[in-house]
């Protein structure tokens, strides 16, 4: 006659269970937050400030998020349980890479000038002409801000300088809008001498315009570009990386 064993009880209970459910349900909420606050604004269902309310009420329940998954995990451990403990563990490891975009840019935030118009030619910025309507109907001005932003851009960008192109002006115009193209700018303008575009962001949607001046000289073409962030008063450095993005481009065209 065999004797039946009574069955042993998981150490801790439904304690290191429970808490990891905890931790992950927390997360979901967190991503949930922080991914719907872009589209919110975009499609104009929240105004900006709710929306960025959003992202960071996103970042305090991600931050709670990890809180509880290191409590998970530490009990887990304690407890001999391998689940909840991996659990625990994925929710850290979750939150840090849910964290690491919003961290990154509000450090680009505190190293860049609070500037959001950026140009190639700080003494004679190029000038929106096609996208002036655009530009009048958003809070930021259309034409270049002045000698204050210049200086700044002066500081924090010195890199930024006009492109040269030893080639005729149909050629430079036909490869200046064929990298314009390349990164997908929605071209508002085309004159033999200047083009202009939109660049969208992804996330957000943010919508901000370009200008692009062809100039003749006696060696070729000087190119000149201009940024500018239709909302906000610093562009977190992005005006100033989309005209080093779109200057890699057109020297990659001009190589072909």
Not at 51 to 77: H, N, T
Not at 233 to 254: C, H
Request: net charge neutral.
């Amino acid at each position: 006659m065999s004797l039946l064993r009574p069955r042993t009880r998981p150490r801790g209970g439904r304690w290191p269970v429970g808490v990891a459910w905890l931790a992950l349900i927390l997360l979901v909420i967190a991503a949930l937050l922080m991914a719907a606050a872009g589209p919110a604004y975009r499609f104009g269902l929240l105004p900006l400030g709710d929306a960025f309310g959003l992202l960071r009420y996103g970042a305090y329940v991600a931050a709670g998020a990890a809180g509880v998954g290191l409590i998970a995990l530490i009990l887990a451990i304690f407890c001999r349980r391998l689940r909840p403990a991996l659990a625990g563990g994925l929710v850290i490891v979750a939150v840090a890479g849910m964290v690491t975009v919003p961290w990154v840019h509000w450090q680009r935030a505190q190293l860049a000038p609070p500037i959001h118009d950026i140009t190639t030619d700080t003494e004679d910025p190029p000038a929106f002409e096609a996208l002036v309507d655009a530009r009048e109907a958003a809070p930021n001005a259309v034409d270049y801000p002045g000698e204050a932003f210049a200086r700044q851009q002066r500081e924090a960008y010195p890199d930024i300088r006009p492109i040269d192109l030893d080639m005729s002006l149909d050629s430079a115009l036909s490869v200046a809008e064929a990298a314009a193209l390349d990164l997908g700018w929605e071209l508002a303008g085309v004159t033999a001498n200047r083009i202009e575009a939109t660049d969208t962001t992804t996330w957000f949607g943010f919508k901000d315009d370009v200008v692009i001046r062809l100039t003749e000289t006696d060696d070729g073409v000087r190119v000149d570009v201009r940024s500018a962030s239709r909302i906000g008063r610093s562009d977190v450095g992005t005006n100033a990386a989309r005209i080093r993005k779109y200057r890699e481009t057109l020297e990659r065209r001009v190589q072909r």
